[in-house]
């Protein structure tokens, strides 16, 4: 079901975290992946991984914000059939603390940055005349308020709207635009902190009672790479057991 031999497709924001993990679901599936992001020897690192459990992939230096980063890897975008729009960061701090330096890093790299890769790639899609699948990596903060972190709160409400305005616009190319929204999951850097009583109390609020593993998103992200959506397009798939649905 998830074939995605002869497939090419592009993560970034793929040096570590999630986008490191999409990118090896998808070589797993078959596909040829592109990992870009701007810190190179992690880049690579992720790559040596790929290439030992069997995987097609290859590294590219990206900086989303940056359009003339974007321009300069125009020849590769003609040959993408799977954006997966996974760059992107988070300042912690109150509201009122927030600097109009913290607010233009996190919106420059988590919506404008999505923006633009999406446009470029979207435009060499419909030049070659083939479709393809663009994923956007937006957050059930996106959905929900949480304190601390507005302007990343407010890039993944924006990412949401995003989405389906370019899946509006993209459908008749045969360019399907879809987004994830994973809730809380559980990873390397954030492990202590679930093991904290804030930590279990925030789990506690989950309806599954339990946190997402990077695994949960393997099927979501397949089933919008492949074409087993192709008749999916503009939908905000939220994957966290239930948090965005909880009673208030």
């Excluded at 592009?10 to 078959?30: M, P, Q, W, Y």
């Excluded at 607010?103 to 404008?112: G, I, M, P, S, Y």
């Excluded at 470029?120 to 949480?146: E, F, H, P, V, Y």
């Amino acid at each position: 079901m998830w074939d995605l031999k002869g497939r090419v497709a592009l993560v970034t924001g793929a040096s570590g975290g999630l986008g490191a993990h999409f990118a090896k679901t998808l070589a797993a599936a078959g596909a040829h992946v592109i990992l870009a992001a701007r810190r190179m020897q992690q880049l690579e690192e992720q790559a040596a991984i790929i290439n030992r459990q069997g995987g097609s992939c290859s590294t590219i230096f990206l900086d989303v914000a940056d359009s003339a980063s974007i321009d300069a890897i125009g020849n590769i975008l003609e040959n993408v059939d799977i954006l997966v729009n996974n760059a992107g960061l988070v300042h912690e701090a109150p509201a009122l603390e927030q600097t109009e330096a913290d607010w233009d890093a996190v919106l420059d790299t988590n919506l404008k940055g999505m923006f633009l890769l999406a446009q470029a790639t979207a435009k060499a899609m419909r030049a070659a005349g083939r479709g393809g699948s663009i994923i956007n990596i937006a957050s059930i903060l996106g959905l929900r308020q949480a304190g601390n972190v507005l302007p990343y709160a407010v890039s993944k409400a924006g990412t949401i709207q995003l989405t389906k305005t370019l899946a509006l616009e993209l459908a008749r190319f045969d360019i399907r635009v879809n987004a994830l929204a994973p809730g809380y999951v559980e990873t390397e850097l954030n492990g202590n902190f679930w093991k904290s009583e804030a930590g279990k109390s925030l789990i506690k609020r989950i309806p599954q009672r339990r946190l997402g593993q990077l695994a949960d998103l393997d099927g979501p992200l397949l089933l919008l790479a492949s074409d087993a959506s192709a008749y999916v397009t503009g939908t905000i798939l939220a994957v966290d057991g239930g948090h965005v649905v909880n009673s208030l």
